[in-house]
């Protein structure tokens, strides 16, 4: 019976797939295409330049056993790189090269060599010089979700957090979006996530990395005409954890390969975790099509920590560190610090540092002092309640007119200058601002902040409005 190229090539993956690891397998033969047999030479289409070369580098050996076995000594193999153009192009980019070659040339048979020297590997992580083709995960492990403390605050996101570790690509949370304030544990969450599936699943490749070292490594790419490889490297990850893509605002170029790089990781079952201060609607200068791609998971947003919680969270940083402290302390730290965890945890070590340093006991006078450099040091952050009763008092008119479904023009007027201070003055996204003022959706809070800017900019009455509010709210 007359060999074929899928016969010879199914009979090298047999043999393949008992001499390495499952995982390795599943990532760097799984995608090959057996192409043509022809004299003896066996040409296979791989996806990009990067694959190629990571199997010249890693694999070369292996698949010389294997097609030695099937085709005898004098067996060849070429590659045929075909990937589709990420600009949308239907037309696919297709290069032959044979396995000794680096650049592109006419398909010729090239027999495999047993001694490779390939160039360095396109892994945007690889400090130049030196060799370390491990991917490593950039997570920090001492962010746990054993030292994540469950609240109110943040139950769901936590909850949604531990599902996904524990089946990376396999709920219906994927992407998983953290978002919320400054200081409340998004990075930290993120971290958790991926540690856990690093523990859970070492064969998988779990990438931590920020938006803004992300768009950086990009544009290196570019410069270097690199991005296919760039993004083939991306495609190859298990679990992407992206912290802060609000970054990505106004970034096109960034936005649209870290679209292909979402849709192949979600298309392939593979995790995406990302964390941003805002949630996807309050989100600008990013792509519709981003955006959508953002909501087709769960969106989970972390809260200021209740007393409870802040509590919880003290007491615990002190067992950590070995340090007994009175209840009563602790409660006076937690009632007074309210904004975020990150605060908490610096107003309790400087407590610490101190009464260590200055060799005195810890006490609620000291406790007092620290509390109020903290809250001093804090910009207070006007509630969107105290604004609506400023615009309120400002037009000699109750919150519940205000509030109401009149359109009478300067109750609409006062309306949207709330609304538009509650955006300026507060971290609460859009939705929460409609909601808390009139029970209206995020698009109106949207409009109204867009008519306050025009009128400002053309009628010298509102400008007056918007300047006599804006001293009221900064005292």
């Not at 409340?184 to 958790?192: D, I, N, P, R, V």
């Not at 070995?322 to 908490?344: H, T």
Request: charge should be positive.
């Amino acid at each position: 019976m007359s060999k074929t190229a899928k016969s010879v090539w199914n009979n090298c993956l047999l043999f393949i797939k008992d001499n390495i690891q499952p995982q390795a397998y599943k990532t760097w033969f799984e995608p090959i295409v057996a192409v043509k047999l022809t004299d003896n030479a066996l040409s296979i289409q791989v996806p990009s330049k990067f694959f190629y070369e990571w199997l010249e580098e890693h694999y070369v050996k292996i698949l010389k056993v294997a097609l030695t076995k099937e085709l005898g000594e004098t067996a060849k193999l070429v590659y045929i790189i075909k990937m589709e153009n990420t600009y949308g192009n239907k037309q696919p980019f297709t290069e032959k090269i044979p396995s000794s070659h680096r650049t592109a040339v006419k398909s010729q048979d090239v027999d495999i060599p047993l001694n490779n020297k390939s160039r360095e590997l396109k892994n945007p992580f690889i400090i130049p010089g030196i060799r370390n083709v491990k991917i490593e995960s950039q997570l920090n492990p001492n962010y746990s979700f054993e030292n994540f403390l469950e609240g109110d605050s943040n139950r769901l996101a936590r909850s949604a957090g531990l599902a996904v570790a524990s089946k990376p690509g396999g709920t219906s949370f994927n992407p998983l979006l953290i978002f919320g304030h400054v200081g409340l544990g998004k990075t930290h969450l993120a971290h958790a996530i991926g540690v856990d599936i690093k523990d859970k699943y070492p064969e998988k490749t779990v990438l931590y990395i920020s938006a803004e070292k992300f768009t950086q490594q990009y544009i290196e790419a570019v410069k270097k005409n690199n991005r296919n490889d760039f993004i083939h490297f991306y495609q190859i990850i298990d679990v992407l954890i992206i912290d802060d893509v609000q970054f990505l605002s106004g970034k096109s170029g960034t936005q649209d390969v870290f679209f292909h790089i979402f849709n192949h990781l979600h298309q392939n079952g593979k995790q995406v975790v990302l964390t941003s201060d805002k949630a996807p609607v309050d989100m600008q200068d990013i792509e519709q099509r981003l955006l959508s791609r953002f909501k087709w998971g769960l969106s989970a947003e972390l809260h200021n920590p209740d007393f409870e919680t802040r509590v919880s969270i003290l007491k615990n940083k002190l067992y950590r560190d070995g340090v007994v402290m009175p209840d009563d302390i602790v409660d006076y730290i937690a009632k007074n610090i309210k904004s975020n965890v990150r605060e908490l945890e610096g107003a309790i070590i400087s407590l610490i540092a101190q009464a260590s340093f200055n060799k005195k006991e810890v006490t609620i006078d000291l406790a007092r002092v620290i509390v109020e450099k903290f809250v001093k040091n804090t910009k207070r952050e006007v509630s969107i309640d105290y604004i609506q009763k400023v615009v309120s008092d400002y037009f000699q008119m109750d919150i519940e007119t205000l509030q109401s479904k009149t359109r009478k023009r300067h109750i609409v007027q006062a309306r949207q200058l709330a609304m538009f201070f509650a955006k300026k003055f507060t971290k609460a996204s859009l939705a929460s601002i409609g909601s808390q003022i009139g029970k209206r959706d995020h698009a109106t809070v949207l409009h109204a902040c867009k008519t306050v800017d025009n009128l400002s900019s053309t009628d010298k009455q509102f400008r007056k409005y918007v300047e006599d509010i804006t001293k009221k709210l900064s005292v």
